[in-house]
């Protein structure tokens, strides 16, 4: 209601200026600002969000998007995925640019290849459980999702519940760290995936 429809800058505006004094799980504007420099510099065909919430980092990928490109956007709580949805359609965009996924992570990973087609993808942006970045970057590589030169964004890194998926991207010469802003963390993936492949065991 306090946005312009069809014009995601607006509703991404409306979200800041209802953070400012409610509770919620909108990440900073410095953090989104972060995000969208990502999203420039990797031009994905392919975008994967594990973590929809209430749509908000979607919506500030969709706008940066190539025109070609496609989101996948993964939501288990089904309140959830409705709503952010819903506020993807209000943004502007077409369910021909994005696909809403209701499942969990665990359960999305492996259906991403024979339920949508999809081969590899170029951005993963993890701001879900933190307890499920590890098994979940393992789930990635085992169907051969990644794709070399891949960016992974991992918001809240920072928890404690994070540095066993730390130490294994540390321990693998296969990423990098580029950057870190307060939290978040920019990963690069330096060699493809391989479908089948067992994931390394540290």
């Known amino acids: 209601m306090n946005s312009t429809h069809g014009q995601p800058d607006s509703v991404l505006q409306t979200f800041d200026l209802y953070a400012e004094?409610?509770?919620?799980?909108?990440i900073s504007r410095e953090k989104g600002e972060f995000l969208d420099e990502v999203v420039q510099k990797a031009t994905p065909a392919c975008a994967l969000v594990l973590g929809t919430q209430c749509g908000y980092s979607a919506i500030r990928i969709l706008r940066l998007l190539p025109p070609s490109s496609k989101l996948y956007t993964v939501e288990q709580d089904p309140s959830a995925a409705e709503a952010a949805e819903e506020m993807i359609l209000v943004a502007g965009f077409k369910h021909s640019q994005?696909?809403?996924v209701g499942s969990p992570s665990a359960v999305a990973i492996p259906q991403m290849l024979t339920g949508f087609d999809v081969r590899a993808v170029g951005l993963v942006l993890m701001d879900h459980d933190v307890e499920q970045y590890l098994p979940d970057l393992q789930a990635l590589e085992k169907e051969g999702l990644l794709s070399t030169g891949c960016t992974l964004l991992v918001n809240n890194i920072d928890?404690?519940?994070a540095q066993g998926f730390l130490h294994y991207i540390h321990s693998s010469p296969q990423y990098s760290v580029v950057h870190q802003v307060q939290d978040m963390l920019e990963i690069q993936c330096h060699q493809c995936s391989v479908k089948g492949t067992d994931p390394v065991t540290l």
Do not use: C, D, K, N
């Not at 004094?21 to 909108?26: F, G, K, R, Y």
């Open 21 to 26: 004094t409610q509770p919620s799980l909108v």
């Open 159 to 161: 928890l404690r519940e």
């Open 98 to 100: 994005f696909q809403m």
